[in-house]
């Protein structure tokens, strides 16, 4: 198996199949090469959220990515639904970040100004106002900023439909294939070396989420990145109980079509045990139920899991490789990978044209960034 | 558990949830009483074939219902997804009527003129022409009815926005609710008995499909319906090779979004059992290999089988109880519930209103016609 | 469809399975009609618990019942893994019932003495001999019943257990098929109504468990028997931390092999329903978390949930039908299904055949009973 | 993460789970790595035969080494229901190797003499005499060897027993923990390197099966193995119809308890790719109705694929690294990795300890062998 392609995308989550669509829709002959199943680790067990401002809790070019990512999903939306015949439900009813104690009510008003200022709409709602929105939420509730662009789409949906998307542009998908390593000759790289044998190409782009550290250490790079996992569950109400989605310190409420409400999630770091535990299941029922009393009449549903790439100040790696031309990263994206797979898929896609890419400063996220 | 509403619905299926979504969209106060799930047998069992003409051999009033039913989705599709945010996926590719003997050849170019007259578009396309549209198909195929204007929708789907929106109008639902028999006084029904009590209203509609013999029965009716098993397999491609529906004699090959295939139906008479056969799927896998030669590299996703309502007239049951005022039957539409959806819970909400529906004559439709 | 059969049994759960089992032992043709599936709902959602020394407060005839039914376990789970190959995992290692209030210590206590007097082995445990014999056990426990003889299996493999080993023996099993009303004649029952027709038998059982109601309404009673839901939730441990099963007011955690632990069951009057809530889940896991704090640590396996059918003096009704000769009536064993189902089967095939059963009085147990 | 073991093992499939197992019966202290989960890949894919006389078709070291471990299970059996609680389902109703070619009557009649010779029964059975014990195959049987010694187990069963006893004999298990390289130094093995760390140990077993390659590779070592795909599917009769197990050219049948039958398996080389095909499905259903006609009245249950370790001379590496000393392969075990499970594991806990193991010449699976 020798094959020649104008990129090499190696992993199969959101994040790779975003940039795959990207390259296609550039005229760019890709390829896919996943070790499992496309979108079957975190991409599938995200609740969705495109929180660009309720994540953020300051300026910075984080928060640009993210707000200017958000906003590429309506029509991202059409597209992958014309592409693909995929709904990826985007959904734009806003958001609510709570607060519970009387410092998050002072830390929630104090994110107020930045994103002002950034121009983005936000603002704060005492609990009784709340309350007349969401009259589900329970009174532990103090108030909270309503954050009316903050919308969200299906995880699994929107992975799927770029990587289908992409093959219908053209982009070949190799599921079952494992990058052990690169063919790296005189400052760039010249191809991924797999467990079927070497695939040749001049652009090779590491979208493996949590599972780049090791991939990255055979490039020289010791990167900071860890695993964290989260847990989810999820129920099912006869009529939906919430319009907004609530996003609170260690639980948020997504709720999604057809009456579904998601719960998630857990945060447990350095570990890869995709295994739900009794334990996360429960602190999650426990803060469910505190802000939403009602939900003990839902129907239960199901339990899932996921391994995020984290890094060590929070900022996803996103550029070339220091000192191996050709080579590129995209991953760390930790809570906000749905949120930002449409600007990384555009970033890397430009990198890849050696286009500059002039809208946000990229130098944050570059890998090599001191720590 | 004595209640009292303007309308109850028994069955839960694709027809019970369009009826109540109908009596919700005209203020009417309903119920649905499903004896299990919500959409659970038939409903979900379907490939949601919107073949109003495919399906039909003659001109007459199913054909008749049949369009006008088809034609209702696109704006039925917009107001399910604004009412419950579920995308029923319809699809607007158009259907090839396949033959592949000469007989067949004959006989489908014989129903192009009816349909001609009714105003419907329907052109011949000899097997070169056919294959030029449609690469994938194999030389076995003669010549085909295209039929731009019959699509699909996701069956599951559908059944479920029905319901959800209902729901969101105001219908009450009661799942694992079994009705036995309805409180008959005076000529007219007054409610239904139940496994948990009794409900009393005005009027009560049977969409229980396959399973209204009995009922209907203890009305006084000795219906002519029986079950029909369907079985049926799906597949995926990676990339679709088929853009529209392949409709032929015992196999039809409907595309879905992400690549997903849906092979169908067989056709076996008098029995609910809805376990899948070895003898069915392989007789499916062998027609639809005959008809799409490279449907071996598709990767195998699953079986499942549903059980379909006929009539001995193949004419759908539409209409008040001969006897009994306010008792309206739903049932019958065989192949064809998914298409007579919508324009049934209109047909039922007129007759439930009092209004004379004089779109099409119902006469045909009534439950106690000769047979 | 007119057949003929030595008996026909109505409801292809545990009890119907059981029934079967032991009229085909005796060289009788019999037939299960089951509505579904075989075993699919009660049966498959029993813990499995043997529990005939821990469920019972009294002596009386339910008591030698269960007791006897529990002794024919160990030769019963021999013979179906010969007859099937299935191994029902039958373990005897004892029972706790639990005390965690003083009131349920004096309660439990004053049980000893009915059940040394029947010739049982049950000794009291202090808390701290519970701890020492069950570690993972909290201090909330205040002592308990130790019952060594008090064991489990599992529910789904010996319902499917009894069921194969019947069709080994001739039994004939049609799923899918339903019974609506019986045929009687000169004070005898002479078959049953399907939904596909009649078939004759001068025997008839009912064990359809919670949907038996209607059905012996058709008959001229009217049962006083019930629906009761539970729900379930099951674990995994890397290592079993419990060795005996704890049985507690409202919460039972039954270990079973490979590490699963069953956390059981919920009781909801009156319903059907069968969907598994987040008030069920959530009330047992405070219950579990309570007693057996390291379950945290377990893996979230699943929920489930079934439908019980209890009478109004939680006696079952097991005989023969006052007026309807051949019309046997077997149901209402509530939580005692799995452990009453071998005698069940015993005493119905020894009254189709018309053999006094003296072991037990089972006057107490007839169905039309002053309540 | 350091710790320190008497023995690591590096993969949880059978292989693995047998070998710790067998290291914790003699007391030894080891850790199972699993990248995944337990016996999530090829062990949970396999039918489960033990075809020890079947498969082989020449005397020699691999044939001793089968009979052996074949002859291991009926003690492994009871060991590992006590251990675990898990019954593995050991059948032992006998082999027939079918064959449907004069050319295969010739070669597997040659195959008497030396099974003979080895004391093992065989005899031949001529297509009538074949039909009379198994009067549900066709007539397109020419005749057989029939081998009454070789059964089957449950294969997933087996693996989790193994581990499982493993784990309740202090065995830790570390699912999701993927093993990249070894610690070397001073020509012995000193540890390994995870994903989450380092542990130590001077004794590591790589079992990691069609995945061994790469592992190996970072020892030096260019093994010859390769992957090869397998397809199944099963179907479920109410009543069993083959009472042994049918082996022929590219087509098993086990008939599995309460009447399963699993129709195995296809061989595709050099994939890791895991997906079922309509291809494999279609071509193992045409051979299964060729041989057993009345499969089409089964019903279909559902369809899974693994993948098996394959070596250039078709048998297994077990043995030390010739390089690095308390490194020890045990892997390449193809379509025997469920029969050759138990004589594994003592081969490599005997090889731990140090002790000579004479039953068996070894040298002919040592993996630097030439090829």
């Not at 294939?177 to 790289?189: A, D, K, P, Q, Y």
């Not at 899932?304 to 490789?321: F, K, M, V």
Request: proline share 4%.
């Amino acid at each position: 198996m020798v094959n020649h392609y104008d990129a090499i995308v190696v992993g199969g989550g959101v994040i790779g199949s975003s940039v795959a669509y990207s390259l296609a829709k550039r005229g760019l002959k890709a390829v896919i090469l996943e070790k499992e199943r496309l979108g079957s680790q975190a991409s599938q067990a995200a609740a969705g959220m495109l929180a660009a401002q309720a994540e953020m809790t300051e300026a910075g070019p984080l928060f640009e990515l993210s707000r200017k990512s958000r906003n590429m999903f309506p029509k991202l939306a059409e597209e992958l639904h014309d592409q693909s015949g995929i709904d990826i439900a985007l959904t734009n009813k806003g958001m609510f970040k709570i607060a519970v104690t009387e410092e998050q009510v002072q830390e929630y008003k104090q994110m107020i100004s930045f994103q002002h200022e950034a121009g983005e709409q936000v603002e704060w709602h005492t609990g009784d106002e709340l309350l007349e929105k969401e009259p589900a939420l329970s009174n532990v509730v103090l108030g909270g900023l309503y954050l009316p662009n903050d919308g969200h789409v299906l995880a699994p949906e929107l992975s799927l439909a770029f990587a289908k998307s992409a093959a219908n542009l053209g982009v070949k998908i190799q599921e079952y294939t494992e990058v052990f390593s690169f063919i790296l000759e005189s400052g760039r790289v010249k191809g991924v070396k797999t467990d079927r044998g070497e695939l040749l190409s001049d652009n090779v782009i590491v979208t493996t989420g949590a599972w780049s550290h090791r991939l990255l250490r055979e490039t020289g790079i010791d990167s900071s990145d860890y695993p964290v996992k989260g847990e989810c569950f999820s129920v099912v109400f006869q009529k939906p109980i919430l319009d907004s989605t609530i996003f609170s310190n260690g639980c948020y409420l997504v709720p999604k079509k057809g009456g579904r409400l998601i719960v998630g999630a857990t945060m447990k770091s350095n570990t890869f045990d995709r295994k739900v535990t009794v334990d996360g299941i429960s602190t999650l029922l426990d803060k469910a139920k505190r802000l939403l009393p009602d939900i003990v009449n839902a129907e239960w549903e199901k339990t899932w899991a996921g391994i995020r790439p984290q890094t060590a100040d929070s900022i996803p790696y996103l550029g070339e490789h220091p000192e191996w031309q050709g080579l590129f990263i995209a991953t760390g994206h930790y809570r906000n990978g749905i949120l930002l797979s449409p600007i990384t898929g555009e970033i890397i896609a430009d990198l890849v044209e050696k286009k500059p890419y002039n809208d946000v400063d990229l130098t944050p996220f570059r890998i090599h960034r001191p720590l």
